[in-house]
């Protein structure tokens, strides 16, 4: 914890005895999002009363053989003062990443043409520098680019970090990241972060739980697509003079098996209807896809020293489960890591898109699996049920040997033997 000079340690990794520990300490990793970090603190803690909101910053920083790893660097946000039943005094500490910096100041309004995306966002940095003059960024690697990369766009008077959703993000794609070189805070606006690494998520080996969801409910199977709008009125260009009549297209096999689910997409560049059409096609067949997530509790083998690389945000894994049928590699999109035990870690697979016929047959050979599983389990049933009338006939046979013994003995008995 960093007060001005003031430099105080909360949580120390070592055994030594009386070193300073937190009672609790999570942090939650995203993408393009604000991380945070969460603590519990006591007050026999030296940093218990110098925790100032928006004042104090934080750091955590993760040491694996020797080297250290800044996992989560911020200010802290809310401490609240507890007690509990027994009398025990602590304070929940929230803290936010330095991303909610670009949070504390709003743009100036602006219009600007003809200029690429590094420029533009350079133009926004500056514009919250002005203000923030101690919460600087530069801005670093900039691989996202528009087609033409020649933006026409406002600003208006929305914070920095909306602004950058809302002009840059949420039009062109892209993640954001922090990176720091020396006292410099740079800001990288990348294609996308995160590499394939070695490292494998399997069952019996690292993964703890699973938890697979398929969510179909941002499908659409029928698309009306629209192109310019006609001079002079609302009305606009449709696909209806080279399909048939129709002002939409369809995917049959997707309504087959979730009913019509229409949408209709603007394209107001396209004037000529079989350009349209196309564009139509291309979109349904975007939209018309099951959305894949997978969350999963983990330990991270590579801080025992098993594994030799970390699972960390971003970077792809081959997760394997051959119970649930997976084996793909997969994107950390959301971590969270508990301090006290890092081992243990909780972590979102991002979502991956699966088309309708993927959806299907999956569906398909878990019905095949379980007629399989059932067929086997009959045929064992009739093993064990077989088995039980061998054994009821021998009962009978046995009693019907006791019978005839029986009957031999009074026999004899009868004839006074």
């Known amino acids: 914890m960093i007060n001005d000079e003031d430099i105080t340690l909360i949580n120390s990794?070592?055994?030594?005895?009386?070193?300073?520990?937190?009672?609790?300490?999570?942090?939650?990793?995203?993408i393009n999002t604000i991380d945070s970090f969460s603590f519990n603190i006591s007050p026999y803690n030296p940093g218990y009363n110098k925790l100032f909101p928006y004042k104090s910053k934080i750091e955590v920083i993760q040491k694996l053989k020797g080297v250290e790893k800044l996992i989560f660097k911020g200010r802290v946000l809310l401490p609240t003062n507890n007690m509990d039943s027994s009398?025990?005094?602590?304070?929940?500490?929230?803290?936010?990443?330095?991303?909610?910096?670009?949070?504390?100041?709003?743009?100036?309004?602006?219009?600007?043409?003809?200029?690429?995306?590094?420029?533009?966002?350079?133009?926004?940095?500056?514009n919250h520098n002005k203000k923030q003059p101690d919460k600087k960024f530069v801005v670093g690697e900039v691989t996202v680019k528009d087609n033409n990369d020649s933006l026409y766009r406002y600003l208006g008077y929305d914070k920095t970090l909306d602004t950058i959703k809302e002009k840059l993000i949420n039009i062109l794609g892209g993640e954001l990241r922090i990176r720091y070189e020396g006292d410099?805070?740079?800001?990288?606006?990348?294609?996308?972060?995160?590499?394939?690494?070695?490292?494998e998520i399997r069952l019996s080996k690292n993964m703890i739980t699973i938890e697979q969801e398929k969510d179909p409910?941002?499908?659409?199977?029928?698309?009306?697509?629209?192109?310019?709008?006609?001079?002079d009125t609302e009305e606009r260009l449709t696909i209806a003079s080279v399909n048939n009549g129709v002002t939409w297209v369809d995917d049959i096999e997707s309504q087959k098996e979730f009913g019509i689910l229409e949408d209709?997409?603007?394209?107001?560049?396209?004037?000529?209807?079989?350009?349209?059409?196309?564009?139509?096609?291309?979109?349904?067949?975007?939209?018309?896809?099951?959305?894949?997530?997978?969350?999963?509790s983990i330990v991270d083998l590579a801080l025992i020293g098993i594994d030799k690389y970390n699972i960390d945000i971003y970077n792809y894994y081959r997760v394997i489960n051959q119970v649930m049928g997976i084996d793909e590699y997969l994107r950390v999109i959301e971590q969270s890591i508990d301090i006290l035990a890092p081992q243990s870690s909780t972590i979102t697979i991002g979502d991956k898109f699966e088309d309708i016929k993927r959806y299907q047959n999956d569906i398909s050979q878990r019905a095949?699996?379980?007629?399989?599983?059932?067929?086997?389990?009959?045929?064992?049933?009739?093993n064990k049920v077989n088995s039980l009338k061998n054994d009821v006939v021998d009962v009978d046979n046995h009693t019907k040997l006791n019978e005839i013994d029986i009957k031999k003995q009074k026999k004899y008995m009868i004839m006074g033997v």
């Not at 990794?13 to 300490?25: C, D, E, K």
């Not at 409910?217 to 629209?226: A, C, D, F, G, V």
């Not at 599983?373 to 045929?379: D, F, P, Q």
């Open 87 to 126: 009398g025990n005094f602590s304070k929940k500490v929230v803290c936010e990443s330095e991303l909610a910096y670009l949070l504390d100041s709003t743009q100036t309004y602006g219009e600007y043409h003809n200029i690429s995306v590094k420029d533009f966002l350079k133009i926004i940095i500056d």
């Open 184 to 199: 410099i805070r740079y800001l990288d606006y990348l294609e996308i972060i995160g590499e394939k690494k070695p490292t």
């Open 264 to 296: 209709s997409i603007i394209f107001d560049d396209v004037n000529t209807p079989s350009v349209l059409k196309d564009r139509g096609l291309k979109k349904l067949e975007e939209l018309n896809k099951i959305k894949k997530k997978h969350k999963l």
């Open 13 to 30: 990794s070592t055994i030594t005895y009386g070193a300073p520990r937190l009672l609790a300490g999570k942090v939650n990793l995203g």
């Open 217 to 231: 409910t941002s499908i659409k199977n029928r698309i009306t697509p629209l192109g310019s709008k006609k001079e």
């Open 368 to 382: 095949v699996n379980n007629v399989k599983n059932l067929s086997e389990n009959i045929s064992r049933t009739n």
